[in-house]
């Protein structure tokens, strides 16, 4: 390869006629050969037989920039309710799905695979990862990459590292000592990876102890590349370079999207830097080679996109792969009287707000998939990015009346006055309540937006027979709680989400979605009462935030060292079955340890359970008390009884120890603990594990 050739590769542009482009001279020119509105795009070298690389948004399916023609694609559920679904498979059903719609769209690289740790409830982009514990966010985030990698493409994982915030996302600097680290999001991180050998890593935009993400060596050089052998190439967030041989040295492979950083640092700039030996040629070669194999290795070049033939698309069988994930997500919070399912002697049912008669919310930003149809209620955020505040067509409303003989009536909840009448004379009541997060914007608080709680409060009291349905980026609080019957937590559950929930209310599908996030009852009780940074601020401000606060201990880690009590725990749902966990038996096995246990189903209703184990070692020494230690979903029929094994990875039972790079088991007794939550917790069993020394993979 020539020289030009090496540096085209690791060069990046916005694939979108970037309008916005301040100061009256157009710096940025739409590149030749794009993919129109879409995210970025990496010419190729005819000469070589190597293909332009076309890069598309995100995690729920095939997202289009802000534009007027927007390309209309399936959308999974948010990433947080694929996590909610406890299921790997469905992960990597969905993960193959989009990967299909961005392969036939012309893309070969998806810029999918989001996990941030969910460390703050109040982050605007919860939506797009999935969750707070490591295993949980590893195991789907890694299964979803693989799902759309199978489509021969490219999927990144992404933001690396601790993009747990947007508020000053751009500056902010989150400071961590490395033992928490490597327990908590690299953790995660590393686990995704094991699973889902991502081509591509998308550095964050934040800094990490004092180093922008993307010219940190510490996290790219030496734990992605070195320590844990990626072979793959790092991209940049849209605007996260800030230098040439810094980025270059650090272990930035390329440089995405020109136009929003302040300087083209990765075309002449790095060329000169060459020359000038600040970037050794060696270092040009790797990352050229790095571009290079992870288009190889994942099969870009062997079965080559064919451009855009979306009209080959098959929606009908997306439609049902989107719409089993959201039946699995859906969290039963509550449910008393015997309100759900919903049962067809009744007579009137009032369903109130959330445009339920239109259709389901979506998350906002560079993730947004426009639905087949358009948008089923105009924009109501006029403030441009992160909206369009997006419905997709797919209506509660109308699932619920295509199944039951009920006369249905919808309000939308803007006068309660008008909402509470129409409720007191109704059989039962379903509130619809929305929370519209997005990309850039941290919510102020966890209350329901616009009224919300205040509403619900009122229908409650007109009428005991009220059902909540959520749609929501990540948890809220509750303050009506004790005053409705049932509570369902939906997400933003994807382009067919409205027959999901519906289906979900009326029974045809038995909820069997668990929490990945522990549901605070306040504020009060986070790490950070209040978020650091000052959203005015952004630019040249400085801000820092200390995660060495919580360090590994987030989420139901956290609450357990606190003693805190949370709205609702980590790892909870209900369903129409019930359930019982039995026989719990652990024993050292290898390096590792495995549990085995009985589940049945004591119900008359076939349903699906997510049994977890938890582990926690007698004398301390964690984080936290106990962490997740693993998980299966099973679906029983009536009475049906399994018999499950599973195996901790040892990770989960050791502490990282910078110094020698290595994982330590103590010595000493560890309980191992089985229930259908972090906090319903039954069969305990104690077991003797000798101290052991793990290399850095946990092996
Ligand atoms: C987001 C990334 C996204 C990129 C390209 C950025 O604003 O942080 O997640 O992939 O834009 O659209």
């Keep these: 390869m020539t020289q030009a050739e090496k540096l085209q590769l690791v060069f990046g542009y916005f694939s979108t006629d970037a309008k916005w482009q301040s100061g009256g001279t157009k710096r940025f020119a739409f590149p030749q050969g794009g993919l129109p509105d879409s995210a970025g795009f990496v010419p190729g070298i005819p000469r070589l037989g190597i293909p332009n690389q076309w890069e598309t948004d995100a995690g729920v399916g095939v997202a289009t920039q802000r534009s007027p023609t927007p390309r209309e694609r399936t959308a999974l559920p948010s990433g947080l309710a694929t996590a909610a679904t406890f299921n790997p498979d469905i992960a990597f059903a969905g993960g193959a799905m989009i990967g299909n719609e961005a392969r036939l769209s012309g893309f070969n690289v998806q810029l999918a695979g989001g996990m941030d740790l969910l460390r703050e409830p109040r982050n605007g982009r919860n939506f797009e990862y999935s969750g707070e514990d490591p295993l949980l966010a590893g195991v789907i985030t890694g299964n979803e990459i693989k799902g759309i990698q199978s489509n021969h493409i490219v999927s990144t994982m992404k933001h690396y590292a601790f ?4 508020t000053n996302r751009n500056t902010m600097d989150h400071k961590i000592g490395e033992q928490a680290a490597m327990q908590s999001d ?32 510490w996290l790219l050089t030496d734990v992605l590349k070195t320590d844990w052998g990626f072979k793959g190439y790092v991209m940049s967030d849209w605007g996260a370079t800030h230098s040439t041989v810094a980025a270059a040295n650090s272990g930035l492979d390329q440089e995405s999207g020109w136009a929003f950083d302040e300087s083209p640092y990765f075309h002449d700039a790095l060329k000169e830097a060459v020359n000038n030996g600040y970037v050794s040629q060696a270092r040009l070669d790797d990352m050229a080679h790095r571009v290079l ?56 049912i009032t369903v109130i707000g959330g445009h339920a008669d239109k259709g389901v919310l979506s998350g906002g930003g560079s993730s947004q998939v426009y639905p087949i149809g358009g948008l089923a209620v105009p924009d109501e955020f006029p403030g441009g990015f992160p909206g369009p505040k997006a419905f997709y067509p797919s209506s509660p409303l109308k699932g619920l009346s295509a199944r039951l003989p009920a006369k249905i009536t919808y309000v939308d ?29 941290d919510t102020p608080d966890l209350n329901l937006p616009d009224g919300q709680d205040a509403l619900i409060s009122a229908i409650a009291k007109a009428n005991g027979h009220t059902v909540v349905v959520l749609e929501t980026g990540g948890p809220v609080v509750m303050p009506w709680l004790s005053k409705v019957g ?33 549901f605070p009852a306040s504020v009060s009780q986070l790490p950070r009462p209040v978020i650091d940074g000052d959203p005015k601020l952004d630019g040249d401000s400085h801000p820092h935030t200390d995660y060495d606060v919580e360090g590994a201990a987030i989420g139901y880690k956290w609450f357990d060292l606190k003693g805190l009590k949370p709205l609702f725990p980590f790892g909870y749902g209900l369903s129409y079955s019930q359930f019982t966990l039995s026989q719990l038996t652990a024993k050292p096995s290898g390096r590792s340890l495995s549990v085995a246990f009985d589940i049945s189903n004591t119900s008359a209703t076939e349903g699906k359970e997510v049994a977890q184990i938890y582990v926690s070692p007698v004398s301390g020494g964690w984080e936290a008390p106990k962490r997740l230690g693993g998980f299966i979903k099973v679906n029983l029929k009536p009475k049906e009884k399994a018999h499950l094994n599973l195996t901790v990875d040892p990770r989960l039972l050791a502490t990282f120890d910078g110094v020698s790079k290595s994982w330590k088991i103590s010595a000493g007794d560890y309980k191992v603990m089985l229930g259908s939550s972090s906090d319903s917790l039954g069969s305990t069993v104690t077991v003797h594990l000798d101290a052991q020394t793990l290399d850095i993979k946990g092996q």
């Design 486 to 518: 049932a509570v369902l937590e939906s997400w933003y559950p994807g382009t067919s989400g409205g027959e999901a929930i519906a289906r979900v209310l009326t029974g045809e599908v038995n909820p069997s979605g668990h929490l990945p996030a522990t």
């Design 186 to 217: 690299l953790l995660a991180f590393q686990i995704a990876y094991e699973i889902g050998s991502p081509g591509s890593v998308m550095c964050a935009y934040n800094r990490v102890n004092g180093h922008y993400s993307c010219e940190n060596s």
């Design 413 to 441: 909840g803007k006068d309660i006055k008008a909402a509470v009448k129409a409720a007191r004379g109704s059989d039962i009541v379903i509130v619809f309540a929305t929370q519209w997060t997005g990309e850039s914007l």
């Design 163 to 166: 993009n747990a915030q947007e």
């Design 293 to 348: 194999w992870a288009m190889f290795d994942k099969g870009l070049i062997d079965d080559p996109v064919k451009g855009d033939v979306a009209n080959t698309i098959d929606f009908a069988g997306h439609g049902r792969i989107t719409q089993s994930d959201s039946e699995e997500s859906i969290v039963l919070l509550k449910n008393e009287k015997g309100l759900l399912p919903l049962t067809r002697t009744a007579k009137t």
